[in-house]
């Protein structure tokens, strides 16, 4: 992007006229409000912006086949870097643009620290899920709502769908293991069967959220509809469920669930060691060498 910028872009000091192939630097429409959490951060006007430009830059993609016919074998070499440097980086766009609004679905210092309000030391098992999940939910349910007044005024594609339930469930998902490697200290056998209760409530309820009677399966126009139209069960369900499954993984196997599990972060894996016995319950030397793999995995990303 930078050198997209750098080759496209007129500097602002420049001398008037100073490239015809340079263009000013456009500035987004103050009709577009990319901070309005009642729009989503501008979520139409984003899937327009950004759609937009992955249309032209497929349709130039046709055309290079043709273009290539009309320029010297000495010159493609420019046409083929022009295509795999700029026209192939739109749709990576897509990400950061739909991040954007997928990150504040949910308030991941507030989730945190409703969480921590919980008695994860209780003594008895609980047949009911903690009182978090239920807001959890509804602010995805008012995600759902939202997306569904903005595909009544435009069409989303499928794609676009998908990335933006996929992302705003993975911070869900990640507040998850955070909160739960916060809460290790004071955890009880009873406590962790209560985190995996939370979780499976949550998992649950939102595959039905996101799709279980979706458009697309009732043979309705499926840009019309607001699910998400990935695979069941829902993503990145597993970086949870491992987190929690960790606690009962045999102290001889502690070493080999470290170096396979390198998507938490150090902090989420110490929690385990010195928290939660993981690896170590009866040997003090054993949490030593743990902690020391971890940190040596943390030097090597």
Same mark, same amino acid.
């Given at each position: 992007?930078?050198?997209?910028?750098?080759?496209?872009?007129?500097?602002?000091?420049?001398?008037? *006229?100073?490239?015809?192939? !340079?263009?000013?630097?456009?500035?987004?429409?103050?009709?577009?409000?990319?901070?309005?959490?009642?729009?989503?951060?501008?979520?139409?006007?984003?899937?327009?912006?950004?759609?937009?430009?992955?249309?032209?830059?497929? &349709?130039?993609?046709?055309?290079?086949?043709?273009?290539?016919?009309?320029?010297?074998?000495?010159?493609?070499?420019?046409?083929?870097?022009?295509?795999?440097?700029?026209?192939?980086?739109?749709?990576?766009?897509?990400?950061?643009?739909?991040?954007?609004?997928?990150?504040?679905?949910?308030?991941?210092?507030?989730?945190?620290?409703?969480?921590?309000?919980?008695?994860?030391?209780?003594?008895?098992?609980?047949?009911?899920?903690?009182?978090?999940?239920?807001?959890?939910?509804?602010?995805?349910?008012?995600?759902?709502?939202?997306?569904?007044?903005?595909?009544?005024?435009?069409?989303?594609?499928?794609?676009?769908?998908?990335?933006?339930?996929?992302?705003?469930?993975?911070?869900?998902?990640?507040?998850?293991?955070?909160?739960?490697?916060?809460?290790? !200290?004071?955890?009880?056998?009873?406590?962790?069967?209560?985190?995996?209760?939370?979780? &499976?409530?949550?998992?649950?309820?939102?595959?039905?959220?996101? *799709?279980?009677?979706?458009?697309?399966?009732?043979?309705?126009?499926?840009?019309?509809?607001?699910?998400?139209? *990935?695979?069941?069960?829902?993503?990145?369900?597993?970086?949870?469920?491992?987190?929690?499954k960790a606690y009962y993984v045999p102290d001889e196997e502690a070493e080999k669930w470290l170096k396979d599990h390198t998507e938490y972060s150090v902090s989420q894996l110490k929690a385990l060691v010195v928290n939660c016995g993981f690896g170590t319950r009866?040997?003090?030397?054993?949490? &030593?060498?743990?902690?020391?793999?971890?940190?040596?995995?943390?030097?090597?990303?």
């Amino acid at each position: 992007m930078q050198s997209i910028h750098y080759s496209s872009i007129d500097a602002p000091t420049a001398p008037s *006229g100073n490239s015809s192939l !340079k263009f000013p630097k456009p500035n987004v429409s103050p009709v577009a409000d990319l901070k309005d959490p009642k729009t989503l951060r501008g979520l139409r006007y984003r899937v327009v912006a950004i759609e937009s430009l992955v249309f032209l830059a497929s &349709q130039f993609e046709t055309m290079v086949p043709t273009l290539e016919s009309y320029i010297p074998d000495g010159k493609k070499s420019f046409l083929t870097q022009f295509v795999s440097h700029t026209v192939s980086t739109a749709r990576e766009l897509r990400k950061p643009a739909y991040c954007g609004v997928a990150s504040y679905i949910l308030s991941r210092d507030q989730v945190l620290q409703t969480m921590s309000t919980v008695n994860w030391a209780i003594k008895e098992i609980k047949s009911q899920h903690s009182p978090y999940v239920d807001s959890m939910l509804q602010e995805f349910k008012k995600y759902k709502d939202q997306i569904g007044e903005i595909v009544k005024r435009i069409p989303i594609p499928p794609d676009v769908h998908s990335m933006l339930w996929d992302y705003s469930i993975k911070l869900a998902t990640g507040c998850f293991v955070e909160g739960f490697s916060q809460a290790s !200290k004071r955890c009880s056998n009873e406590g962790r069967a209560l985190m995996h209760l939370d979780f &499976q409530q949550f998992r649950i309820k939102m595959e039905q959220l996101t *799709g279980m009677r979706c458009a697309c399966v009732l043979g309705t126009n499926y840009n019309a509809c607001s699910c998400y139209h *990935g695979n069941r069960p829902i993503p990145h369900h597993q970086l949870v469920e491992d987190y929690v499954k960790a606690y009962y993984v045999p102290d001889e196997e502690a070493e080999k669930w470290l170096k396979d599990h390198t998507e938490y972060s150090v902090s989420q894996l110490k929690a385990l060691v010195v928290n939660c016995g993981f690896g170590t319950r009866t040997n003090k030397k054993a949490k &030593q060498r743990l902690l020391q793999i971890i940190d040596d995995m943390d030097k090597r990303k």
